[in-house]
């Protein structure tokens, strides 16, 4: 059953795939105060691969919205400027069915893989929002034992900008 093509589908998932890119990276910069055991990172996120799993019981029709338990994979390229750096593999589970298709709450967990290892996040979203708060829970390489903060910034297009606090 082809699940992005009707309406309903299509503007729930759309909405998740641009509520979803978590968190970035691009490279080490101070703070404003100085501070060397914190970093700040922007990024730019397009969507370049999107597949949404209906899980038994499978959806009436496809107008449904998509029901607790269905989940998405998706990857992102992550770009600073024009360059590419790396790109993001994420899985949200869908935990609740939302009041309309664009306010469904996602359990989101991602893996970042950029120049020099990996970073690792994960949120409770909603498909409706502009701005998505994500923890920074980890890392390999040279981001091992890096914690914080990113605040993503949503277009309605699936492509945003991401700020990274971490240290």
């Known amino acids: 059953m082809p699940l992005l093509r009707s309406p309903i589908r299509t503007l729930a998932v759309g909405a998740a795939l641009a509520a979803v890119p978590l968190l970035v990276l691009a490279g080490h910069q101070s703070t404003a105060t100085g501070a060397d055991d914190a970093s700040v990172f922007t990024m ?83 498909t409706d929002a502009e701005v998505n708060r994500i923890a920074v829970t980890g890392g390999t390489g040279r981001f091992t034992g890096m914690t914080g903060i990113a605040t993503e910034f949503n277009e309605n297009d699936g492509t945003g900008r991401i700020l990274v606090r971490i240290q």
Do not use: M, Q, W
Request: hydrophobic residues 35%; positive net charge; charged residues 15%.
């Open 44 to 126: 730019r996120f397009e969507p370049a691969s999107f597949k949404l799993v209906d899980v038994p019981p499978a959806a009436a029709s496809e107008t449904s919205p998509p029901g607790p338990g269905d989940y998405f994979v998706l990857k992102n390229r992550l770009f600073k400027g024009d360059r590419r750096l790396g790109a993001l593999h994420a899985t949200c589970v869908i935990t609740n069915r939302g009041t309309s298709p664009g306010n469904t709450p996602l359990l989101c967990t991602g893996v970042y893989r950029l120049p020099g290892g990996t970073l690792i996040g994960s949120a409770l979203l909603s």
